[in-house]
C-alpha cells in the first residue's frame, strides 16, 4: 500500500502560480511512476503530468506543458507540481497517484490514489 496526501491548492488570481505537493508514505516511493491528474466539476478526470521513478522523464498534457513544472524528490518521499499563469480552465480538483504499470496517460493505469487538494483560479 502506498498512502498518498496532497497540499498546496487554495485560491488565486487569474496569471498566479502554485506549487503543488503530494507526501507519500508505505512502500517504496521510488518503486513509482508518479502522476497528476485533475478533476473540474461535471467533467472526467484528466491526466495533468507524470514523472518517472528516477525523475528523469516526464510527461506534460498539451494544456499545462508551456507552464508547469513536475518534479519529485525521492529521499523525501514527495512529489510537486509547479504550475504558473494559473487560468480559469486549471479550476479543479488535483489528485496525485502512483503508478507500478508501464504508461502514465491513463487513469486506470494507476493504482494508488490521494483524496485531492482543490485549485480555484479567480478571474
Known amino acids: 500500500q502506498v498512502q498518498l496526501v496532497e497540499s498546496g491548492g ?8 502554485l506549487r503543488l505537493s503530494c507526501a507519500a508514505s508505505g512502500r517504496t516511493f521510488s518503486n513509482y511512476l ?7 466539476p461535471g467533467k ?32 523525501q518521499n514527495t512529489m510537486y507540481l509547479q504550475m504558473n499563469s494559473l ?20 487513469a486506470n493505469l494507476y493504482d494508488y490514489w490521494g483524496q485531492g487538494t482543490q485549485v480555484t483560479v479567480s478571474s
Not at 487554495?10 to 502560480?17: E, F, K, P, R
Not at 499545462?64 to 513536475?70: L, P, T
Not at 487560468?87 to 491513463?106: F, K, P, Q
Open 10 to 17: 487554495g485560491l488565486v488570481q487569474a496569471g498566479g502560480s
Open 34 to 40: 508518479m502522476g497528476w491528474f485533475r478533476q473540474a
Open 44 to 75: 472526467e478526470r484528466e491526466f495533468v503530468a507524470a514523472i518517472s521513478w528516477s525523475g528523469g522523464r516526464t510527461y506534460y498534457a498539451e494544456s499545462v506543458k508551456d507552464r508547469s513544472a513536475i518534479s519529485r524528490d525521492n529521499a
Open 87 to 106: 487560468n480559469a480552465e486549471d479550476t479543479a480538483v488535483y489528485y496525485c497517484a502512483a503508478s507500478l504499470r508501464g504508461g502514465y496517460y491513463h
